[in-house]
């Protein structure tokens, strides 16, 4: 009996120490509370590379274009017609110009109970290309066709090539001057080929086709006010050879 006493006594503090262990273990998981948090990836995803700055490139890139047209028609005792229209671009791309024109007119008009008669009938349209050896010289090559009615022909042809110099280039204004050769073909109509002298008397007929060689000089302005208003002028001199 004093034997199994005393073996209960000393299991007593055994369990003793065994519940108090288990009660402070689960004490301390129930303040830890959730499981700790999933572990962060050393390396983050590659994020996308921010585009390279955009430079603007080399030389002169500029575009002017315009087209304008308009008409006019009259009826009643006095019948009127007239049409024009015209159309210029010009282009810059480094060391490459392009430029493009076309202008023409129309008209009739008639007296009361007379038909309708042509009144004005002319056309003429450009080509142009230089290639700028500096932002401010060029070598070009430019070529114009044109048919007028009354000044009596059926079509001109002029083959303009040259240098170009750029005195002022800023953003409202522009002066040049362009130095070179042209070279003309006259195709006459049979009511330019009659001539007379100044007493009325005839003399020889003109030819149906004419050429001519001549220096080209021109001297060209630009002054532009605003967006919606530009100012354009030249004055070419031809010296026939």
Known sequence: ????????????????????TSATAFA??????????DEKALV?????????PKLAPPGIYTTSATVSAGGQLATGNSRLLALTMNGK??????????????????GESALPGAPLVTTTEN????????????????????????HDKFQGLDGRLNIDPGVKYIFLLSDPTSLWAEVGYDFQYDARNGSALAQTDADGNPLPPLPQTETDHSVRVFIGFKHAFNDHVTFVTGLEYLQSL
């Open 89 to 106: 671009l010009d282009m810059r791309r480094g060391a490459n110009g392009f430029g493009a024109a076309i202008i023409g007119n129309y």
């Open 123 to 146: 056309f003429q349209g450009r080509l142009r290309y230089d290639r700028y050896l500096l932002d401010r010289v060029s070598v070009f090559l430019m070529g114009t066709v044109r």
């Open 44 to 52: 983050d995803a590659p994020k996308p590379v921010a585009d390279a």
């Open 1 to 20: 009996m004093r034997t199994q006493l005393a073996r209960f006594l000393v299991l007593l503090p055994c369990s003793s120490v065994a519940l108090l």
């Open 28 to 37: 301390q998981s129930a303040a830890v509370g959730a499981p700790p948090p």
